[in-house]
């Protein structure tokens, strides 16, 4: 049984729709993400996974409420997000980017990257702040005399060091990392994750960790949902996703992943056919047009999210035993 006083995020039927507007026309909706359900435990890692445009992202600002959502409740530690107040709320939950260089201000020195989440946030005096400073730079790895320099004198790797230490100084519960170690050379990105990792250990963090990248996915996480334009597809344990993928797109991704790490650095997972527009999805099923199983019902109804071996996956053809 799971324990549910262990749960520190639960998002409920969350709904983000974008306003695309057109010269002279109607502005149209496009469906960022629809009807998203799940929750994150203490310490532990959530992975998302799923092709470009599926709405990682946009998931991740939802949680950071860098966007609005459309629908949907979203509780952190019970409480809905919109009775935190702006401080209290940034406290509990940090966002890393993928791109690091354009998250953080270029004319600002390290020292000042990293302490202005303080600043902004808290009354520390200067001292006490620097301290601060200075002391999550040690614990993820960047020396002391990097304080004085700005982020093009680092490489990418300790400018990703630079964003986790910055995403750290209120002490958040949980990290949203979208797709951090992406922008990485291959041999960075091992050392990166393993430092993800012992902070997770050492501050007791839960991560949502967002990436396309299979292997990653799987060396970080202890459940994984698995999401198609926009919606969840399969949510389940690792080894559930690994090890016995019920939803042919999971299947389809875990079978197209390249099997080495060097290769698979190289190009993105790929799925046979194009990914339609989110603009116009298909009816039925949205894998429909690319899935191997379908049959004509498929492209009748939507089909939804139901627990089959143990797992959610919404797929009318995925077996039940
Ligand atoms: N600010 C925006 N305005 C309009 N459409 C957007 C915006 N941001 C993302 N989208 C669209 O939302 C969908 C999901 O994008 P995104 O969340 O960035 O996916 P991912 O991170 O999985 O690549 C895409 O179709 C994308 O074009
Ligand atoms: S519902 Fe049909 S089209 Fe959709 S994934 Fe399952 S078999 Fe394929
Ligand atoms: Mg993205």
């Known amino acids: 049984m799971r324990d549910v006083s262990n749960e520190i995020l639960r998002v409920t039927a ?4 974008y306003d695309i ?10 469906k960022a993400l629809t009807d998203i359900n799940f929750h994150l435990d203490k310490k532990e890692t959530l992975g998302i996974v799923g092709e470009s445009g599926c709405g990682k992202s946009t998931l991740a600002k939802v949680l950071t409420k860098l966007e609005a959502r459309s629908r949907g409740e979203i509780t952190l530690l019970g409480k809905s997000y919109d009775d935190f107040l702006a401080s209290e709320f940034h406290s509990k939950i940090q966002m ?12 600002k020195k390290a020292l000042d990257i990293i302490a202005d989440p303080l600043r902004i946030n808290t009354n520390l005096s200067s001292l006490e702040t620097r301290e601060r400073v200075m002391a999550m730079m040690e614990k993820v790895g960047l020396r002391e005399e ?6 093009h004198h680092f490489s990418g790797g300790q400018r990703q060091r630079l964003g986790i230490a910055r995403a750290l100084m209120l002490r958040p519960e949980i990290l949203i990392l979208d797709e951090p170690v992406s922008a990485l050379d291959v041999s960075i990105q091992a050392q990166v994750l393993n430092l993800l990792l012992e902070l997770q250990e ?19 996480s202890d459940r994984i949902l698995v999401m198609y334009l926009g919606r969840v597809v399969e949510y389940g344990t690792r080894d559930q996703i690994f090890n016995n ?11 197209s992943a390249p099997k080495t790490h060097r ?4 190009q993105e997972i790929t799925v046979k056919g194009e990914l339609p527009s989110a603009l116009n ?26 627990i089959k071996q143990g797992r959610e996956v919404a797929c009318f053809e995925a077996p039940s035993k």
């Open 14 to 17: 969350l709904h983000k729709a």
């Open 21 to 30: 507007k057109k010269l002279l026309r109607p502005s149209l909706k496009l």
């Open 96 to 107: 890393v980017f993928q791109d690091p260089y354009q998250s953080l201000n270029p004319r």
């Open 146 to 151: 990097f304080a004085q320099r700005y982020p």
């Open 202 to 220: 050492e501050f007791k963090l839960s991560y949502l960790f967002i990436s396309h990248d299979l292997s990653v996915i799987q060396h970080m």
């Open 245 to 255: 993928p019920l939803h042919p797109y999971t299947k389809i991704l875990l079978e």
């Open 263 to 266: 290769e698979k650095s190289a």
């Open 281 to 306: 999805l298909p009816r039925g099923c949205a894998f429909e047009p690319r899935c191997p199983f379908a049959k004509p019902s498929c492209k009748e109804s939507i089909p939804l999210l139901e």
